[in-house]
């Protein structure tokens, strides 16, 4: 498709394509990685007392509130994180401002689809790294010239971890470059790299609030890094749009990041029925990728993925299918509550057993 008004690069572009947000209720949705608990009571209260006349205002430009919670947090200072709305915005802004370069960037070949899309955007020349024989990140292969680093830890769609030595490694032998670690899933089981921010200006740590902290409908992500890099992005955030957060965003942000005990309970609760879906999963003879995110990926040596993820979605689940090499045999399928893990446990007993 084409029109004459529209720019070379639009033309050119190949859209990401979200999983489905299905408008059907009662559907067990296990295809887009949310968290299948609800937030936090306290960030509910805090939109609550936030929802009046102060909405009429225009929120705090630089999300100061929200910044100085997660410097806190996290042990470093405020002017070494950057906020956006959701993390694809603070993707969106590294590519541009921090992996726009002559040299070509470097990322898995199979990883978040987002990444080659941002690319397509912002004209940023990249090659794709082949992940092992059995998906890990295999990180010798990331010393080589490049203009900038950039997977996911856990990786998606694998949900497998690539160990903290290992970052660090690819840190040591690229300081000519800046290394992206998009941490959306870290909470699931991983350890974060915002530990090595102050020994490595070339690193900038990505997170989200999406999945460990139930507010993917709230739309808040951020980066830490190097003040130098957070610099840059503030400069493309700047150019961009002066307010990515709302009011009820920020003070969102904020009450979740104050509960702790309600996050470490969810994110515990999730780790838990992980484990149980991968022992009954891998009892009904799925090999099962080993995961330290929200998500599993699996396949049945006897099923075509395709097929299965149709006949899945007549009962009524849903679960991510990626038509992409290596991978078109797999099911993605996202950590759901003990019901909705036994219902799709249920369903595939039923197609298969
Ligand atoms: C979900 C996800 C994001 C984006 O999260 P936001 O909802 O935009 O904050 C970024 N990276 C990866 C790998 C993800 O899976």
């Given at each position: 498709?084409?029109?004459?008004?529209?720019?070379?690069?639009?033309?050119?572009?190949?859209?990401?394509?979200?999983?489905?947000?299905?408008?059907?209720?009662?559907?067990?949705?296990?295809?887009?990685?949310?968290?299948?608990?609800?937030?936090?009571?306290?960030?509910?209260?805090?939109?609550?007392?936030?929802?009046?006349?102060s909405?009429?205002?225009?929120?705090?430009?630089?999300?100061?509130?929200?910044?100085?919670?997660?410097?806190?947090?996290?042990?470093?200072?405020?002017?070494?994180?950057?906020?956006?709305?959701?993390?694809?915005?603070?993707?969106?802004?590294?590519?541009?401002?921090?992996?726009?370069?002559?040299?070509?960037?470097?990322f898995?070949?199979?990883?978040?689809?987002?990444?080659?899309?941002?690319?397509?955007?912002?004209?940023?020349?990249?090659?794709?790294?082949?992940?092992?024989?059995?998906?890990s990140?295999?990180?010798?292969?990331?010393?080589?010239?490049?203009?900038?680093?950039?997977?996911?830890?856990?990786?998606?769609?694998?949900?497998?971890?690539?160990?903290?030595?290992?970052?660090?490694?690819?840190?040591?032998?690229?300081?000519?470059?800046?290394?992206?670690?998009?941490?959306?899933?870290?909470?699931?089981?991983?350890?974060?790299?915002?530990?090595?921010?102050?020994?490595?200006?070339?690193?900038?740590?990505?997170?989200?609030?999406?999945?460990?902290?139930?507010?993917?409908?709230?739309?808040?992500?951020?980066?830490?890094?190097?003040?130098?890099?957070?610099?840059?992005?503030?400069?493309?955030?700047?150019?961009?749009?002066?307010?990515?957060?709302?009011?009820?965003?920020?003070?969102?942000?904020?009450?979740?990041?104050?509960?702790?005990?309600?996050?470490?309970?969810i994110?515990?609760?999730?780790?838990?029925?992980?484990?149980?879906?991968?022992?009954?999963l891998?009892?009904?003879?799925?090999?099962?990728?080993?995961?330290?995110?929200?998500?599993?990926?699996?396949?049945?040596?006897?099923?075509?993925?395709?097929?299965?993820?149709?006949?899945?979605?007549?009962?009524g689940?849903?679960?991510?299918?990626?038509?992409?090499?290596?991978i078109?045999?797999?099911?993605?399928?996202?950590?759901?509550?003990?019901?909705?893990?036994?219902?799709l446990?249920?369903?595939?007993?039923?197609?298969?057993?």
């Amino acid at each position: 498709m084409s029109n004459p008004f529209w720019s070379d690069i639009v033309r050119d572009l190949e859209p990401y394509v979200p999983g489905e947000q299905p408008k059907l209720a009662n559907l067990v949705k296990l295809n887009t990685n949310e968290n299948p608990y609800g937030p936090s009571p306290k960030v509910l209260e805090a939109i609550a007392a936030e929802s009046g006349d102060s909405l009429r205002l225009y929120p705090d430009p630089n999300g100061s509130a929200l910044k100085q919670t997660i410097a806190e947090y996290y042990r470093v200072s405020p002017d070494q994180v950057f906020l956006g709305n959701g993390s694809d915005e603070v993707l969106a802004h590294v590519f541009q401002g921090l992996l726009k370069h002559s040299h070509p960037i470097l990322f898995p070949d199979i990883t978040y689809s987002f990444y080659p899309v941002y690319c397509g955007l912002y004209q940023v020349p990249f090659e794709r790294v082949p992940l092992a024989e059995n998906f890990s990140i295999r990180v010798a292969d990331y010393e080589r010239d490049n203009g900038g680093i950039i997977f996911p830890n856990p990786n998606a769609p694998t949900g497998m971890l690539t160990p903290l030595a290992d970052i660090e490694w690819v840190l040591e032998h690229n300081r000519q470059s800046v290394v992206v670690v998009d941490e959306a899933y870290i909470d699931f089981g991983g350890e974060t790299a915002i530990s090595l921010v102050d020994r490595y200006p070339n690193l900038l740590v990505t997170q989200t609030l999406s999945k460990s902290r139930s507010l993917a409908g709230l739309r808040i992500g951020l980066a830490v890094g190097n003040a130098e890099l957070i610099e840059a992005l503030e400069r493309v955030k700047n150019s961009f749009n002066s307010y990515p957060l709302s009011r009820l965003a920020i003070v969102g942000g904020v009450a979740a990041f104050e509960d702790e005990a309600y996050f470490q309970k969810i994110c515990r609760r999730v780790i838990d029925s992980r484990q149980q879906l991968v022992i009954e999963l891998t009892e009904l003879g799925f090999q099962v990728l080993p995961s330290a995110a929200n998500f599993i990926l699996a396949r049945h040596p006897q099923q075509v993925a395709g097929e299965l993820m149709l006949q899945l979605r007549q009962r009524g689940i849903i679960v991510r299918y990626f038509n992409q090499p290596r991978i078109e045999q797999h099911l993605r399928i996202s950590i759901g509550t003990a019901e909705q893990n036994g219902q799709l446990l249920a369903a595939l007993k039923q197609l298969i057993g």
